[in-house]
């Protein structure tokens, strides 16, 4: 696999996610592990400091599957609202790959299959810091 891309995530988010990692329901799920790999390399801004080309929590982008040439729109979001349309889970291993994540890198990870799959960031479609929305 190839290294992992600088990643920017803000304060906020930071906050809420490590409080989701503390939940005792959670601490032995390798997901949570994989996040807080994800969180350790971070280089964390505050919310008005976003980059508007950055995923953050509750972040719509656009991405391809270099491979197939199939293109997705994927909401990210906290696990109580993963059951949304088109929506993906901080606790799933593309969710938290694509956390903190640039318009124009590429995550590489395995799928359950073992298949290694990349998904490169095509566009924000929403962010809600570029949209004055600090605390969402």
Do not use: C
Not at 14 to 43: C, G, H, P, W, Y
């Amino acid at each position: 696999m190839s290294p992992k891309p600088p990643i920017i995530v803000s304060t906020f988010d930071f906050e809420r996610i490590e409080q989701l990692l503390d939940s005792s329901a959670l601490r032995n799920e390798a997901s949570v592990k994989a996040l807080a790999l994800e969180l350790e390399r971070a280089e964390l801004v505050a919310p008005e400091e976003i980059p508007a080309d950055v995923i953050t929590m509750n972040s719509k982008a656009r991405f391809i599957d270099d491979a197939s040439g199939t293109e997705y729109d994927l909401t990210l979001v906290y696990p109580h609202h993963a059951n949304l349309p088109d929506s993906v889970s901080i606790l799933a291993p593309v969710g938290s790959a694509l956390l903190g994540m640039s318009v124009g890198q590429t995550i590489e990870w395995q799928v359950p299959s073992g298949k290694n799959v990349q998904l490169r960031i095509l566009a924000i479609l929403y962010q809600p810091e570029a949209n004055g929305e600090f605390n969402l």
